[in-house]
């Protein structure tokens, strides 16, 4: 890092007193002598004994500057040998990474050229220095854990897309990602690495042997006898793959874990080391000392007591001190090493930062005896440095390293000026002050010191038949108990020292959100709030750039430290404004999303883009908010006033160096945070009142007007003199119920935005974890009880077995004390409470939002995408660490959550088809829950009404399927045979699919199913509808499904090996699925209101009788035939196909048919039987086939096939061949059980099974009787679509004829004739006349 200031070209200001200097006291309150005797105590003379004191020369002000000049120079002949150049070595100083010509591949490298991002597939680079001879070392941060090589290369290695540092015979790397070391070849060294980690690496060209270490532990030496002689010198290197990261510290700054007799590449600032050494011991003699000017004599006292009283005496002194100490204050070594560590050492005591007030008096110092440009520097490098400390401090059992430096951040920022200065120009500016609020998860739990902080360790045992842990421990032994116990009180301890860490960094917030600090100047929240939305639109707007994103893991613990901090400034302001609400109803009032005051940059809209509303729902602003939009506003921006935008903001932003053919890129997260950045946000606009709005009689309408974010004021925030601030153009609708921070919202809105960006992802991320300790705990078991059962004379399996138990055990301890980790950080009950208060947050913004009518089309997307991620979250990721049952308001909220799924995920105002999709897929999700289920049935009446009559919406022009997933959840555990969790064929589901919905328990609603009823029985038109397109989508699906197992069997029956493509597959099982649950729909529909289809005084029964009668044949044919196409690709057993089987799909049909034909009245299934056998595709054989019966039909349950006759199934998912002959060279015969319902005696009752059998009985009767009283009719009385019934209706005006089934399908759909395309305008029956 530049030390940039550190010149003297701008004059300093001048200490030097004007007073006479004859006079007896120059300070005018010291006298001569006690002014010398103070002077030479401060100034000590390393040459002078005590002896001498007396003999020594009497020292004034006006001496001071020479006698400081000498002793800071008293050595400097030892300093000059010590700056000779040092053999071994060759290159230029400072070292950097040559991005001129020493790197392959893409690299993006940091203006200060030692951070550097692979952007390619295996990019590689070297340094500017080699050495030759002696013993070096250089270190290198790693920022992501991924695929790196680090090491050393010489100048004759060439490096490409595939070989790297390493790869090469004169180079050397180790690898912490695979654990490895590589030169050429590669063997097992060293340990993991993880993010946060210090790899150094040492070579030693004197025994030929090159070393590393990781966080300052030596992993023992990689490689000897490395390749020496004339010509042959190394330079540090690294190779990494794309996205992956590291910072370089080739000396610019202390070594953080230097290694005795070896020296880092860069020399060390030796001179200016021991000047500021000696300065500061200066310094801290001034602090020392006190003159008793009534006793003439200097008394010592403790440091931590001085005080800046401004006396001259001290002021002078110390600005002879500051005239020599302030220019190397703004070199970045020198900070880190004195500075920052006599910071630190100031509160090595402990305690509250308020007990040590010398560092506010020692930055009141700094601002008064530096000049501006130095300050400002010294304080960038000094944050740099310790936000640089705090990221790469190794986890310790106490934290005390993390503790240690955000106490000293902490404290710096308690001084106003300069946590102004640090937040308007460095925090978000130049450093990554995220950082400040990460606490990282350490990988090597042994280094940790988690094995002593929670030595006893713990696992479930018991697992339930899904596979998922049981929640009671009724069923564990007494050891098991004392042992999870231990576990729990080891987790306790673990999270209390986290506690601490999560306090500092939530004290640092609030000290960024102070807004009582304005006396000089702008107060710190407002500065904070714009910097932090400028964060969240770099943030908002780079989704396709990674490197400038804020890493999840560092979002997840800023997002909770910042509703910790914004809710207690939240509480103490209403606590003074008696009346206004408090943070546990806190919402973001719906102006914010219209009046243009905070800026969203290009987020969607629930009504589309801004722009759009802007110009449509400009009348309703001014009628219903009092805003009228600037005409500028609302005129479209054309695509050239675009690219002129974007060209002019790709100018202003300045990028760091990129290794390119010497282009320049932006640093980034992914590299050192703490490095310089530029700054690379768009000017975004934001709208500002352009005339305040006064309280009149009547309201006045507003004209807005754009502004950037930067620009706005504290006035513009929290209004003044009538004027509302954000909550300008507030609804009629809105409460006034006053909020005591106004800013406070716009921070809220932000946390929304950071959980909407990658919050949700990551939470969802860490579970992986927890699903490992599953995992292994369930191996684990099994593993004890094979070795229970093992033989005693299998001591060969045992051992093997007993190897397994162990491995599995030393997983399940590390993995056990990383989750008591992550559940500490990231899933602990306070965690949950803050994602539990985003959730409520949002669903009441929705409720108010919702209120204002057309207006709730500016609310933004991510505010329904967060309730429902929210609450994804608190039910699947949380659990079983804390329960979601245990919230407060729990029940509540659900009904609140399922009141907003059910009206608007048919909300006419919201019209993108993505959170569309999302709302309905949310609320599928939300039936299949008995908790979120009864919710739905608890808000009100009219609310599930209107939900119903939208599922009940005609399926055609819409995304259905959802739609139809619901009503088959509100229905499964009603129907016949549907009381499954999973199909009976299927085997065993892994744990972690367990908590998938479509895994659920049935859990019915009665009261929906009511509402489904009155509805379809009421609105006959509607029902007609439905269930037209509830027949015609089964009848698409059902072909669908079709069509593709024959492709899939002719695939199969080729004699070369076939590969059917996977996408294939998936598609086909989900035709299969969707033809089932709409078969259920239909199931549901006629056992709820059989009338529709058997009443046939309304107008469309014997139409969507006949209609059901043929698909419902056609289905059985299809998958009843004897040696049929299902048959054959079900005894496939392709993965993929899981869910095809006999089961599911015939059980549906079975409910169908059982409903009409036998638990109807006499004329409904009089009227159903006839119309079933009326069909021409109706066969008798095909329902003897569900109880077994008619001969040799096929099927199975399961089918069974013999091994001659299997067919060979590749590994590959999606790869056939034909099967094998047996032995006598002729395909196999398939033996196999027939399909019967008796079969699943599990599944299926003894009730249903007799209906089955009575449906049989009457079904097998009414077509002997059709037989004999049926007439032959001849050809020419057929209806000619169908040549299935008989010619019943003739249309008018042309008077063509068919059967009525026909005709009446054909209605619903056309009105057009079917031979000479004239409209039809009646229908009359047709009667053959009796002389033909």
């Known amino acids: 890092m530049s030390s940039k200031g550190g010149g003297t070209a701008l004059s300093r200001r001048n200490y030097r007193l004007s007073s006479d200097t004859d006079k007896p006291r120059s300070t005018g309150i010291v006298n001569e002598k006690l002014l010398s005797d103070y002077l030479h105590h401060v100034f000590p003379s390393g040459k002078q004994g005590p002896a001498l004191a007396s003999l020594r020369k009497s020292l004034a002000f006006q001496d001071v500057g020479a006698h400081l000049e000498m002793l800071l120079c008293e050595g400097e002949s030892a300093e000059d040998s010590a700056d000779q150049p040092v053999e071994g070595r060759l290159g230029p100083q400072p070292v950097v990474l040559d991005h001129n010509s020493g790197f392959e591949g893409l690299l993006f490298v940091d203006d200060d050229l030692l951070g550097v991002i692979g952007h390619s597939n295996f990019s590689s680079i070297r340094a500017t220095t080699c050495v030759y001879k002696g013993k070096w070392a250089y270190e290198v ?50 340990k ?27 992993l023992g030496t990689a490689f000897s006898d490395i390749k020496m002689g004339p010509g042959v010198a190394y330079f540090p290197a690294i190779s990494l793959s794309f996205k992956e990261s590291v910072a370089f510290n080739f000396g610019s700054r ?57 006396e001259p005496t001290v002021l002078i002194t110390l600005a002879h001190i500051f005239n020599h100490f302030a220019p190397l204050m703004c070199k970045v070594y020198l900070v880190e090493d004195v500075l920052m560590n006599f910071l630190l050492g100031i509160l090595e005591g402990g305690g509250s930062v308020d007990e040590h007030p010398l560092i506010q008096q020692l930055l009141d110092l700094f601002w008064l005896l530096m000049e501006d440009y130095e300050v400002n520097e010294c304080l960038k490098q000094l944050m740099m440095s310790l936000l640089r400390a705090y ?19 902490t404290a710096i920022l308690r001084h106003e000026k300069s946590r102004k200065y640090l937040l308007s120009n460095v925090l978000f500016d130049v450093l990554r002050s995220v950082v400040f609020f990460y606490i990282k998860t350490p990988l090597r739990v042994k280094e940790a010191g988690l094995e002593e902080l929670i030595p006893t360790t713990w696992w479930p045992t018991h697992f339930d038949k899904e596979g998922k842990d049981e929640r009671e421990h009724k069923d564990e032994s007494s050891d098991e108990r004392l042992r999870r116990r231990a576990y729990e009180r080891g987790c306790q301890r673990l999270k209390k020292r986290i506690e601490v860490v999560e306090e500092l960094q939530v004290q640092i917030l609030r000290l960024l959100l102070n807004n009582k600090d304005k006396t000089t100047g702008q107060a710190s929240r407002y500065i904070f709030l714009n910097k932090f939305r400028k964060f969240l639109q770099e943030n908002a707007s780079n989704r396709g750039h990674p490197t400038a994103l804020c890493p999840p ?51 969607q809209r629930l009504g589309g883009l801004l722009s759009h509303l802007k110009k449509t729902l400009k009348d309703d602003l001014a009628s219903k908010a009092n805003i009228i939009i600037d005409p500028a506003e609302i005129q479209a921006t054309s695509m050239d006033d675009l690219d002129e935008d974007e060209e002019s903001g790709a100018a202003q932003r300045p990028f760091g160096a990129v290794a390119m053919g010497g282009a320049l890129a932006r640093p980034s997260w992914l590299s050192s945070p703490t490095l310089g950045r530029a700054n690379r946000f768009l000017s975004t606009a934001a709208v500002s009142l352009m005339t305040p709005r006064r309280p009149l009689s009547q309201p006045e309408k507003v004209k807005v007007r754009t502004l950037a974010v930067e620009q706005r004021t504290e006035e513009d925030i929290e209004g003044s003199h009538g004027n509302d601030g954000l909550l300008l153009g507030r609804p009629l609708e809105e409460s006034d119920q006053p909020m005591a921070d106004k800013s406070l919202l716009e921070i809220i809105d932000g946390v929304v935005m950071m959980y909407n960006l990658s919050v949700h992802q990551q939470l969802g991320k860490m579970v992986v974890v927890a699903d490992d300790v599953h995992e292994y705990a369930a191996a684990l078991k099994d593993t004890e009880e ?67 009518g057309s207006l709730f089309a500016f609310t933004p997307e991510l505010y329904l995408n967060v309730a429902m991620n929210a609450y994804s979250a608190l039910k699947n990721y949380f659990s079983p660490a804390s329960s979601m049952e245990e919230l407060p308001g729990y029940e509540e909220t659900l009904t609140q959550l399922a009141a907003i799924l059910s009206k608007h995920f048919a909300d006419p105002r919201i019209i993108g088809t993505d959170i569309k999709d999302s709302l309905m897929q949310a609320l599928a999700s939300y039936v299949c829950y008995p908790q979120s289920l009864r919710a739905v049935e608890r808000i009100p009446e009219e609310q599930r009404v209107a939900m119903m009559r939208n599922l009940l919406a005609p399926y055609e022009q819409r995304p259905w399927a959802q739609t139809n997933w619901i009503l088959v959840r509100l229905w499964r555990g009603c129907g016949f045979g549907y009381r499954y969790t999973r199909l009976p064929h299927l085997l065993k589901t892994k744990p972690e699919d367990a908590n998938l919905p479509s895994l659920q328990k049935p859990c019915p609603s009665l009261l929906l199913q009511r509402h489904m009823a009155q509805l379809l029985s009421v609105d ?29 069997q002719q695939a199969a029956e080729r004699p070369e090996r076939n590969f059917v493509d996977t996408r294939q597959l998936k598609v086909c099982a989900t035709c299969f699925d969707l033809s089932v649950s709409l078969l259920r729909v239909l199931e549901m529909t006629v056992t709820l209101v059989p009338e529709i289809f058997l009443d046939w005084s309304r107008p469309s029964a014997e139409l969507l009788l006949r209609r059901l009668a043929q698909l419902l044949n056609q289905v059985l044919n299809r998958v009843t035939a004897e040696k049929n196409l299902f048959d054959r690709v079900v005894n496939l057993r392709l993965p993929g196909l899981e869910s095809v089987d006999h089961y599911p799909i015939l059980v549906a049909v079975t409910g169908i048919l059982v409903r009409v034909l036998v638990d109807g009245d006499r004329q409904g299934t009089s009227r159903a039987a006839s119309v079933l056998l009326s069909d021409p595709c109706f066969q008798l054989h095909s329902i003897q086939h569900l109880l077994g019966e008619g001969g040799d039909s096929c099927g199975s349950a399961p089918p069974l096939l013999s091994t001659g006759s299997r067919p060979v199934v590749s590994a590959l998912a999606s790869s056939v061949a034909p099967p094998l002959p047996s032995a006598s060279g002729a395909i196999g015969s398939l033996e196999r059980k027939h399909f019967s319902l008796h079969a699943y005696s599990d599944y299926i009752s003894q009730e249903e099974k007799q209906k089955v059998e009575l ?20 050809e020419d009385d057929l209806c000619p679509i169908c040549y299935a019934h008989s010619i019943s209706a003739i249309f008018e005006p042309c008077s063509h004829k068919s059967c009525k089934a026909c005709i009446n399908q054909h209605l619903m759909n056309n009105k057009d004739c079917f031979f000479c395309k004239a409209t039809i305008t009646a229908v009359d029956d047709y009667c053959k006349p009796t002389s033909a």
């Open 1020 to 1048: 006959k038109d509607m029902a007609a509808s439905f269930l037209n397109s509830v027949l015609n989508q089964l009848n698409w699906a059902f072909s669908e499904f079709i069509g593709m197992i024959q492709e899939i």
């Open 391 to 409: 990221r790469f401090s190794p986890i310790i059992p106490d934290l005390g390293f993390q503790i240690h430096y955000l106490r000293l951040t």
């Open 1255 to 1274: 449906m049989l009985a009457f079904l097998t009767e009414e077509s002997q009787q059709a037989a004999a009283s049926t007439a032959p009719t001849s």
């Open 786 to 852: 094979k070795i229970a059962r093992c033989p005693t004379r299998r001591s060969d399996i045992l051992e093997e077995l007993q190897k397994s138990q162990k491995v599995f055990a030393e997983k399940l301890n590390h993995l056990s004390r990383r989750l008591a980790w992550i559940n500490a950080t990231i899933y602990s009950k306070e965690k949950m409470l803050d994602i539990y208060w985003l959730l409520c947050v949002c669903i009441r913004t929705i409720e108010h939002a919702d209120n204002t």
């Open 553 to 603: 893991e560092y979002m997840v613990c800023f997002l909770h430290r910042l509703i910790t901090a914004v809710r207690a400034c939240w509480d103490e302001s209403s606590r003074k404004c008696p009346g206004s609400i408090n943070s546990d109803v806190a919402y973001v009032p719906p102006q914010l999303f219209y009046n243009g005051k905070v800026d969203y940059f290009d987020l």
């Open 192 to 218: 993991s690495w993880a993010a946060g980690d210090i790899v150094s690496c040492l070579i030693d060209l004197d025994e030929a042997t090159i070393t590393f270490c990781l966080n300052g532990q030596s």
């Open 141 to 190: 941060l790693i920022s992501s854990q991924g695929l790196m090589q680090i090491g050393w290369c010489t100048l004759s290695c060439r490096f490409n897309q595939e070989e790297g540092v390493g790869d090469t015979p004169d180079s050397y790397a180790y690898d912490g990602n695979r654990v490895r070391k590589w030169n050429v070849t590669t063997t097992n060294y060293g």
């Open 254 to 310: 202390p070594l953080r874990y230097p290694v005795e007799g070896y020296l880092p590449l860069q020399d060390p600032p030796t001179a200016d080391l021991i000047k500021a050494h000696k300065l500061l011991g200066y310094i801290k003699n001034v602090l020392s000392t006190t003159i008793d000017t009534q006793e003439e004599r200097l008394l010592e006292k403790d440091c931590s007591l001085w005080r800046l009283h401004g």
